[in-house]
């Protein structure tokens, strides 16, 4: 997991989650949130008409962060954060600190077997009823109907948030480049504008400190060619052993793995190696990924299958 910001934000601030953003940002001024900011210039128009705001942009593109950045650098209210939104919203935000959260033309992973990639799944609004300010609104640009649509639907199905408006073709602004993309096709534009009306409570996966466990144990060295390919399930967490390999002195090994916490994979090496008569089992200090319940619980997955 990569994480690049315009102004950086100090690897202990990550310790603890949710973030302090008033720390990060060094000022109390209201947050608003894009999602998905592909090369930034929406960002930067936002930010430089609206100083006394802060904004975070979340992507999962290395290369529209790289661009992002370049084109964002100098500005102080403004920090990007590489990381699935449906992810970050929920674990770096706390409850009532957002005020707006911005949505521009996102792909809307139509076919059946992309539909996990799709952001406005109920879980969303559930976050998003959980960080936005008591009548803080969700505004979203697109130009397919039916997730203009469904984002209305699903918004205001549970009583969360309430319709301040749909319509066909406005006239933004500012344009985004996909914006500006589709409009030179003839496409329709929509836009949709939901308030929140009710807050949520939401659970978070990481919360707190952001330690991760290590094991000593003793184990069957044997069982370690076993490993590859194996896939351990336990509740929402799922863990897959995509490859061992031996370090170069063969002292230790070390285990490349995807979790899932539900929809939220990420993929980091844990290192196994002996130490004093027994086993240490552990992330490797090379892999730095969010220390959900699935990655901690990797580690004691693993060691059960190796341990005697
Ligand atoms: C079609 S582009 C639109 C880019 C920009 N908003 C615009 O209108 O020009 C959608 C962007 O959303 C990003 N994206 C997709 N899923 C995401 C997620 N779960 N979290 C954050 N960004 C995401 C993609 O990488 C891509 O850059």
Redesign the pocket.
Same mark, same amino acid.
């Not at 979340?58 to 593109?61: D, Q």
């Not at 521009?104 to 792909?107: E, G, L």
């Not at 985004?176 to 914006?179: G, L, N, S, V």
């Given at each position: 997991m990569i994480k690049l910001y315009v102004k950086e934000i100090k690897p202990a601030e990550f310790d603890f989650l949710p973030l302090d953003w008033t720390g990060v940002f060094g000022n109390t001024n209201p947050l608003i949130v894009e999602? #998905?900011? #592909? !090369?930034g210039e929406?960002l930067l128009e936002l930010a430089k008409r609206y100083p006394e705001k802060n904004f975070v942009g +979340?992507? &999962?593109?290395i290369t !529209?962060m790289k661009k992002a950045n370049n084109r964002l650098k100098d500005l102080n209210n403004v920090r990007l954060v590489i990381t699935?939104? /449906?992810f970050g919203m929920r674990e770096f935000f706390g409850p009532r600190t957002v005020e707006k959260v911005i949505m521009? +033309?996102? &792909?809307p992973w139509d076919k059946k077997s992309h539909e996990r /990639?799709r &952001?406005i799944v109920p879980e969303f609004f559930d976050t998003l009823a959980n960080v936005l300010v008591d009548g803080g609104t969700f505004e979203l640009a697109t130009d397919v109907r039916w997730y203009a649509e469904r984002t209305i639907e699903t918004g205001v199905e549970k009583g969360y948030f309430e319709l301040v408006e749909f319509v066909e073709n406005p006239d933004r602004e500012v344009k985004? /480049?996909?914006?500006r993309k589709w409009l030179s096709y003839g496409r329709d534009i929509y836009s949709v504008t939901l308030r929140k009306v009710k807050h949520v409570e939401v659970e978070r996966l990481i919360g707190g400190h952001h330690e991760m466990p290590h094991i000593k144990c003793q184990v069957d060295e044997s069982k370690f060619s076993e490993l590859p390919g194996k896939v351990f399930k336990e509740g929402a967490k799922v863990v897959v052993i995509k490859g061992v390999y031996k370090s170069v002195d063969g002292g230790a090994y070390i285990l490349k793995v995807i979790s899932a916490d539900g929809d939220f994979q990420q993929h980091y090496y844990l290192v196994a190696y002996p130490d004093e008569g027994e086993w240490i089992i552990k992330l490797d200090s090379a892999s730095n990924p969010y220390r959900t319940p699935a990655v901690k619980w990797s580690v004691k997955a693993i060691a059960k299958f190796v341990g005697e």
């Open positions: 999602i #998905g900011f #592909g !090369s929406y +979340f992507e &999962v593109s !529209s699935d939104a /449906r521009n +033309f996102p &792909v /990639r &952001v985004t /480049r996909y914006e």
